[in-house]
Antibody, heavy 126, light 110 residues
Framework: EVQLVQSGAEVKKPGESLRISCKASGYNFTNFWIAWVRQMPGKGLEWMGIIYPGDSDTRYSPSFQGQVGISADKSISTAYLQWGSLKASDTARYYC???????????????????WGQGTLVTVSS | QSVLTQAPSASGTPGQRATISCSGSSSNIGSNNVKWYQQLPGTAPKVLIYSNNQRPSGVPDRFSGSKSGTSASLAISGLQSEDEAEYYCAAWDDSLNGWVFGGGTKLTVL
C-alpha cells in the first residue's frame, strides 16, 4: 500500500528555521516525483515545487523559488521541505503529493498527483 | 488570487446534479489537460478526474469532467451528502512552468 506520512505539526517564531518531512512507503521512492503543495488557512491549493528523488532534479514554482528548499534522502525514502527564516505568512498546511509514474524525464502536463500525505500544519507566530 | 477561476460555492439537493466550472487561459486549460481534486473536510485532496474526463479506478461514475477551450467543468450526478467537499480544478501552466489550481468551490448538499 502506497503511503506518504508527514511529520507532525510545528509552532515556530518568525526568523526561525524549519524542515518538515514526508516519508514514503509501499513503492520505489526513487522512481516517482514528489511535490509540495501549500494550503493557507481557509484558502486554496498552491504548487510549490517538485523533486525527483532518483537524481534530486528539483523544480520550483516562481512564487516559491528562493523562499523554500526541497530535498530528498533516497536511503530513507523521505522528502523534505525547509525554510531558512520563517515568516508569519508561512503559516499554512503543507502537503506532499506523489506524481503518478512518468519517469525522470517527465512531461509534467499529462500527469496528476495520485497519492497525498496527511498534511503538516506549520504555525509561525511571535 | 488563483490562476484558475472557480465560483466559491455551489449547492444542490440529494439526487440532483451539480456542476462546477473552472475558467483559465490559453497557457493552462487551453493547451493542457485538466484535473479535478476533491478535498473532504479535514482531509488531503484526492484526484477525481484526470485528462479532462478520465476517472481513476474507484471513483464513481457519478463524477464526470469536460473541457471546452479555456474552460472546464465537473459534473456530479445523483448528489449524496458525502459529496459535500471542496473541489479544485488544476492544470499545467506553460507560462508559469508549473501546476496551477483554482481557488476551490465548496459544494453544499442541502
Amino acid at each position: 500500500e502506497v503511503q506518504l506520512v508527514q511529520s507532525g505539526a510545528e509552532v515556530k517564531k518568525p526568523g526561525e528555521s524549519l524542515r518538515i518531512s514526508c516519508k514514503a512507503s509501499g513503492y520505489n521512492f526513487t522512481n516517482f516525483w514528489i511535490a509540495w503543495v501549500r494550503q493557507m488557512p481557509g484558502k486554496g491549493l498552491e504548487w510549490m515545487g517538485i523533486i525527483y528523488p532518483g537524481d534530486s532534479d528539483t523544480r520550483y514554482s516562481p512564487s516559491f523559488q528562493g523562499q523554500v528548499g526541497i530535498s530528498a534522502d533516497k536511503s530513507i525514502s523521505t522528502a523534505y521541505l525547509q525554510w531558512g527564516s520563517l515568516k508569519a505568512s508561512d503559516t499554512a498546511r503543507y502537503y506532499c503529493a506523489r506524481l503518478e509514474y512518468c519517469g525522470g524525464d517527465c512531461y509534467f502536463p499529462a500527469f496528476y498527483f495520485d497519492y497525498w500525505g496527511q498534511g503538516t500544519l506549520v504555525t509561525v507566530s511571535s | 488570487q488563483s490562476v484558475l477561476t472557480q465560483a466559491p460555492s455551489a449547492s444542490g439537493t440529494p439526487g440532483q446534479r451539480a456542476t462546477i466550472s473552472c475558467s483559465g487561459s490559453s497557457s493552462n486549460i487551453g493547451s493542457n489537460n485538466v484535473k479535478w481534486y476533491q478535498q473532504l473536510p479535514g482531509t488531503a485532496p484526492k484526484v477525481l478526474i484526470y485528462s479532462n474526463n478520465q476517472r481513476p479506478s474507484g471513483v464513481p461514475d457519478r463524477f464526470s469532467g469536460s473541457k471546452s477551450g479555456t474552460s472546464a467543468s465537473l459534473a456530479i450526478s445523483g448528489l449524496q451528502s458525502e459529496d459535500e467537499a471542496e473541489y479544485y480544478c488544476a492544470a499545467w501552466d506553460d507560462s508559469l512552468n508549473g501546476w496551477v489550481f483554482g481557488g476551490g468551490t465548496k459544494l453544499t448538499v442541502l
